[in-house]
């Protein structure tokens, strides 16, 4: 899959994390420093004899004019040494912006993953999938799912008023790990201000990737998803409407859900009646009749069999 290079402020990033308490931030990428110059890293070393075995003086020097250079001959070795240094020094920096760069979108997953529940200075980079905001606090603070290739991410609490925030560009997102208790994997912005936690990737400064989004279909793959695709934007086809008991919530369908059978294996699709395009993604969804095929476009897919939908468009009510 194709790598875009992205270029990020490096000693920005510095701050930002020391600032942070106990980030670490080893394990993100640097960008590639210059190499030492051949002066700084040849030998002043020399070595003095006694003076005792010294040669004499008039045969030193006749030893010493037979064996000096021309100064055409001077000339061409500084010349080819100048000339090699920098070829050396070329070949330097490129090996190190190759090492640099091999880092993959499965290396951040797997370096995302690593962070330990209440981590803060937790990071991930992926480009703005989906907004999920409720009516009640958008556009002030909002939530997002987001993709670096195929892997998804979902962040919590952002505070995005000052900011701007668009679906289809990519961002680094600094905050909090935090585990939640359906077990997703996320991070909590809520204690970073818009311009500490949404860093946009789309200008330039130091180097850092990111690899474009890939929509998973997963429809041949269920019911053995496997894990990393949690938190993926995914398509999923010829589902079949279970029950809509679960759109009942005291009104309020702050946790509405339905559910869907795919080869005779129960899925749950939430679709919290509180987000900005909530009500009508509601009303939509009660108009079906169980049994209703339908697929799912853009959806995100939370774990194994549970899925979610911010919107009607993530839904296409086939029969």
């Known amino acids: 899959m194709k790598q875009r290079k992205i270029r990020l402020i490096w000693p920005l990033m510095v701050l930002i994390l020391s600032s942070c308490g106990s980030n670490d931030i080893s394990s993100l990428p640097k960008p590639s420093s210059s190499t030492q110059s051949d002066s700084s890293i040849l030998s002043n070393e020399t070595t003095s004899s006694e003076s005792s075995n010294l040669p004499?003086?008039?045969?030193?020097?006749?030893?010493?004019?037979?064996?000096?250079?021309?100064?055409?001959?001077?000339?061409?070795?500084?010349?080819?040494?100048?000339?090699?240094?920098?070829?050396d020094q070329s070949t330097q920096e490129m090996s190190?912006?190759?090492?640099?760069?091999?880092?993959?979108?499965?290396?951040?997953?797997?370096?995302?993953?690593?962070?330990?529940?209440?981590?803060?200075?937790?990071?991930?980079?992926?480009?703005?999938?989906?907004?999920?905001?409720?009516?009640?606090?958008?556009?002030?603070?909002?939530?997002?799912?987001?993709?670096d290739g195929t892997y998804g991410y979902?962040?919590?609490?952002?505070?995005?008023?000052?900011?701007?925030f668009e679906v289809g560009k990519p961002y680094m997102i600094l905050g909090r790990y935090d585990v939640a208790s359906n077990g997703v994997h996320r991070i909590d912005c809520n204690d970073y201000s818009s311009d500490e936690s949404v860093f946009s990737l789309d200008y330039e400064g130091s180097e850092i990737y990111y690899e474009k989004p890939s929509i998973i279909d997963i429809t041949d793959e269920l019911p053995n998803v496997p894990s990393f695709y949690y938190l993926a934007t995914v398509n999923c086809r010829n589902l079949k409407v279970a029950s809509l008991e679960g759109l009942s919530d005291n009104g309020s369908f702050s946790k509405a859900y339905f559910t869907a059978t795919l080869n005779n294996i129960e899925y749950r699709i939430d679709c919290n009646g509180n987000l900005i395009?909530?009500?009508?993604?509601?009303?939509?969804?009660?108009?079906?009749?169980?049994?209703?095929?339908?697929?799912?476009?853009?959806?995100?897919?939370?774990?194994?069999?549970?899925?979610?939908?911010?919107?009607?468009?993530?839904?296409?009510?086939?029969?």
């Open 277 to 319: 395009d909530g009500s009508e993604m509601i009303s939509f969804i009660q108009t079906l009749k169980v049994g209703t095929t339908f697929n799912l476009k853009n959806a995100i897919l939370l774990t194994e069999k549970n899925f979610r939908i911010l919107n009607c468009d993530m839904i296409e009510a086939i029969d």
């Open 96 to 147: 190190s912006s190759d090492e640099e760069y091999e880092e993959s979108s499965k290396d951040r997953y797997e370096t995302f993953m690593n962070f330990n529940d209440g981590d803060y200075g937790s990071w991930f980079c992926g480009t703005l999938m989906s907004i999920e905001g409720y009516n009640y606090r958008y556009p002030s603070i909002a939530n997002a799912f987001f993709m």
């Open 154 to 164: 979902y962040a919590i609490n952002i505070h995005i008023e000052n900011i701007d």
């Open 56 to 87: 004499d003086t008039a045969s030193l020097e006749s030893t010493t004019s037979s064996m000096e250079p021309s100064s055409s001959e001077t000339a061409s070795e500084d010349s080819n040494h100048e000339e090699n240094s920098s070829q």
